[in-house]
């Protein structure tokens, strides 16, 4: 089994869609929480990261955390077509152990 | 403030020659770590430095890869000799001391390609 796994999809929406974008994780020791956007070309910026369960809003941006179903989402309101790019769940036990990431999701907003 | 850069962002390699990867960190971060993604797999953690030592190297596939960080400043990562399945994207990532892994700063990559 893997340790987090994320349907690469690609994905499309409308201009305007809320966008769902879900990983699953098999170790429940995980704590920390964490989505990377990735541009062509460009290397993963943190755009949401979140310790334990919960909920963070970030502008149009919100990610939920379910460990009890060891399941993490992002959700994108109001998407724009500058949105269009790979998002990456990553997850971490803390401190300095390496990260391990899903295998992103590609997501194109149509204007 | 500059980010994480890395140098070249293409390499094409034939099978068997030694290729040599550059990162330099955001300048004060203390923290360096590689990464690399093959295609179609996930990103994967190949090693972490704390200033020139190294701090976790679990990653690293075998023994034709070196890494380096001379100084606690750049590091490079040479790949002695490359073969076919080394291809993909190495990453390089910094963070600021004390900081979790958490808070890592990308580069853009070197797109690697081993004919």
């Known amino acids: 089994q893997k340790e987090v796994e994320q349907d690469p999809g690609p994905l499309s929406v409308p201009e305007g869609a809320i966008v769902s974008l879900n990983c699953t994780y098999s170790?429940?020791?995980?704590?920390?929480f964490m989505w990377y956007r990735q541009y062509s070309r460009k290397g993963p910026e943190l755009l949401m990261y979140t310790y334990s369960s919960g909920n963070k809003e970030d502008g149009r941006f919100t990610a939920q955390v379910d460990k009890s179903s060891k399941y993490i989402s992002l959700f994108i309101r109001d998407s724009q077509p500058s949105d269009s790019a790979t998002y990456l769940c990553?997850?971490?036990?803390?401190?300095?152990?390496?990260?391990?990431f899903g295998k992103g999701t590609r997501l194109s907003v149509i204007a | 403030e500059a980010g994480v850069t890395q140098f070249p962002s293409h390499s094409v390699i034939e099978k068997g020659q030694t290729v040599t990867l550059r990162c330099d960190p955001i300048s004060g971060h203390d923290n360096l770590y590689w990464y690399r993604r093959v295609m179609g797999k996930e990103i994967k953690f190949l090693l972490h430095?704390?200033?020139?030592?190294?701090?976790?190297e679990s990653g690293m596939p075998n023994n034709r890869f070196l890494a380096e960080r001379t100084g606690g400043t750049y590091s490079t990562l040479k790949v002695q000799p490359a073969e076919l399945e080394d291809s993909g994207v190495y990453f390089c990532?910094?963070?600021?001391?004390?900081?979790?892994?958490?808070?890592?700063?990308f580069g853009s990559g070197t797109q690697l390609s081993v004919l």
């Open positions: 990532a910094s963070s600021q001391q004390g900081a979790t892994n958490e808070k890592l700063f």
């Open positions: 430095f704390v200033k020139e030592s190294k701090q976790d």
């Open positions: 170790n429940s020791a995980f704590q920390y």
């Open positions: 990553a997850i971490g036990l803390g401190g300095n152990t390496p990260l391990v």
